[in-house]
């Protein structure tokens, strides 16, 4: 059989994988984590999830999706209600399709006797942290008042103010003026110490565990010391080369025997030979290095032989094609010994108290500020729900007791949302009518988004379980994005992914991938060697040639640096990019006018704003005429919203458009009291005839996305505390 012909018969055994993957995931009494990557249908396979139970539930309420974006839980809820809109009027024993899925909903709910034209407000479609924070007001008294909390993506100020806290207990005396001096003394920098802290607490919920767990030193440095086992046992024997690796250590003396100790030390050898301290290769004619690195003299009688001993092993050791080195060796140089000095104990004890101190100040400065960020929601929310041996009921914390569990982005995890989803479903067992899904792509985590952890869908994909409640591993092979010639292409960066999955170190293996498009001669993937002075000219040059004259294209940059020679070289040859997430939000004209709007409606008295607000299209005052109004006592927007359109200095024109925004503008302040920030800035906008006045659709998103964070709770309160946040 040639290449071509396995290749075949592995895509037909991944597609057949895929189809019998894609049924299971619709069966309702079962519970399941599915790996999906990128292009496999993600968004689709759970409204298709999200259709089939709800044609089951005697309630809509009782399913609950939940994802980690608002915008991700608009576009879930939207394709879901466009599946119902387009539906047929009953179903017709189809194959699963959205369609066929949606008809079976209708029928459902005239069977049950559903209000449909109300179906769509009671899908319950949330963010994770809109859930965890309706139970918290919902049962404020086991919460701490937890209804009078406000969440906030932007806890910085409060953790700094917490480890400013922690900084004073200096002079309070006892355990924890100790350890506040001991960490200062070791790190000889008041200015880092408060940084550290800073940064610890905004990551609290990896390490309070440990810290609640107390000091304990026999228990820690044997959680250390199996840690570093299971370190050096992941590199077991070295893949290839024995004998030279055998002869390598045998010349510096290396212990031999199974313990920890020497496992390291020869690990260590091999690591500082054939790395260098980046943590790349040494290059073939780099021996003189690497030997001066490992501390042999130059002079040495016996340098040649050393130098082609290094040669025999780095030939043993070293691909022949450009592959980063493999873990288990590249780690090794960043593990530190075994066990606990008293100096290092007494550090790590000092941390301990230091932090358990700075946790309770953290919870102080959230009760004086009225706010928390969303850690902390999600765990008043999971000591809400009540502990294992005393339940409380979420009948009382929830409109509907939740039957079905959704969640999307699973990689995206944190270790207090895994803790806050395992308690929703304790309880529950196989086959009893609830279940939960769960959908990600472990291979996509690769930013630590609000302190996600990719080990925790790792490990719970090894368990094959949440909490108790035991799941299903599914995983999606069929790519519906990209060209065969493509998905190919990608397939072969499987060599640059670790064999196995390691929770511990979040190693991620890689999952191939099958086409299900057909295959397209002109597509591929094609490399042009160009300077980096030429990339711009050269890319222009292929956009706007024949080969490229038909269909939408597409550039990704590696940084917003490079935009302006690209576009300016496209430009030059007639083609008009449409830059997406280019350009800063708040350096788009359009929304640097809608703040100003926003500044000016919550602070009459911000001369600034109100200034930019009347410089801005729907006014167009120019510099002569604002000079005019500031030669006035009072701020601008004081005088528009408490007299007459003022007139002195004016001339006829201008007076007649302050006459006309001044109505406009007053009538914003009363909108903001009445009806919220959000929907206040925008009524007032659109009166001002802002959006007519944008001349391109990206604009317009951009004003769109603006308006958007308006809507984050709390926020009207603190920009009226602070007009700079």
Known sequence: M?????????????????????????????SFLVQAPAGSGKPTLLAARYLALLATVEHPEEIVALTFTRKAAGEMGQRVLDALAAAPAHAAGGEGDLPELAARVHDHARRRGWDEAELPL??????????????????????????????????????????????????????????????????????????????????????????????????????????????????????????????????????????????????????????????????PRSGGHALKALGIPPDTARRQDWRDAWERLRAAFVPEEETPPPPWLAEIPRLPDPGLGEEEWTLLLALLVALARAVGHLGTVFRRERRVDFAEITRLAHDALGEDEAPTDLQLALDYRIRHLLV???????????????????????DDGRSF????????????????????????????????????????????????????????????????????????CFVRAAAARPADPSAGVRVHAVAKEGEAARLAELLAGEEAASGRRAILLRTRRQAPAIVEALRARGVRPRLVDIVALAAVPAVEDLLALTEALLHPADRRAW???????????????????????????????????????????????????????????????????????????????????????????????????????????????????
């Open 611 to 725: 200034f930019a607000v009347l410089r801005a299209p729907w006014c167009g005052l120019g510099n002569a005429a604002l000079s005019a109004l500031a030669d006035g006592e009072a701020p601008p927007g004081i005088r528009l919203l408490t007299e007459a359109p003022p007139s002195a200095g004016l001339g006829e024109a201008e007076v007649a458009l302050l006459a006309g925004v001044a109505p406009v503008l007053a009538r914003g302040v009363g909108l903001l009291a009445r009806h919220g920030l959000r929907r206040g800035v925008e009524a007032t906008w659109v009166a001002l005839g802002g959006p007519a006045l944008l001349d391109a659709e990206p604009d317009l998103r951009a004003a769109e996305r603006f308006l958007a964070l308006l809507d984050e709770p709390g926020l009207v309160e603190r920009w009226r505390l602070d007009p700079g946040e």
């Open 122 to 283: 009671r899908l319950r479609i949330h963010t994770i942290d809109q859930l965890a924070l309706g139970i918290v007001r919902r049962l404020p008294h086991r919460t701490a008042a937890g209804a009078l909390l406000t969440p906030t993506e932007e806890a910085g100020s409060m953790y700094r103010a917490a480890a400013r806290l922690l900084l004073e207990d200096l002079d309070a005396g006892g355990e924890a003026a100790w350890a506040v001096r001991t960490l200062l003394l070791h790190l000889d920098d008041p200015g880092r110490f408060l940084d550290l802290v800073e940064r610890m607490l905004a990551r609290r919920e990896q390490w309070l565990p440990l810290v609640a767990a107390g000091a304990d030193r026999g228990r820690l440095e044997s959680a250390w010391r199996a840690f570093l086992e299971a370190r050096s046992a992941a590199a077991g024997e070295p893949p290839g080369g024995r004998e030279e690796a055998a002869d390598w250590l045998a010349r510096f003396g290396a212990r031999a025997g199974p313990d920890l100790e020497a496992r390291l030390a020869r690990l260590r050898i091999l690591a500082r030979s054939l790395l260098t301290k980046d943590g790349r290769w040494y290059a």
């Open 2 to 30: 040639n290449g071509a012909e396995g290749a075949t018969e592995v895509s037909a055994r991944l597609l057949d994988e895929d189809a019998r993957a894609r049924r299971r995931a619709l069966e309702p009494q079962g």
């Open 437 to 508: 899904f769960a959908v990600g792509d472990p291979m996509q985590s690769i930013y630590r988004f609000r302190q996600a952890d990719v080990a925790v869908f790792l490990d719970v994909r090894r368990r094959g379980r949440l909490g108790d409640l035991p799941l299903e591993s599914l995983v999606l092979h069929r790519n519906f994005r990209a060209a065969p010639a493509l998905v190919d292409w990608v397939n072969r960066f499987a060599r640059v992914f670790p064999p196995r999955d390691d929770p511990g170190r979040g190693a991620v």
């Open 408 to 430: 999307d982005e699973f990689q995206d995890t944190s270790l207090t949302h895994y803790a806050f989803l395992a308690r929703l479903v304790r309880g529950w067992i196989p």
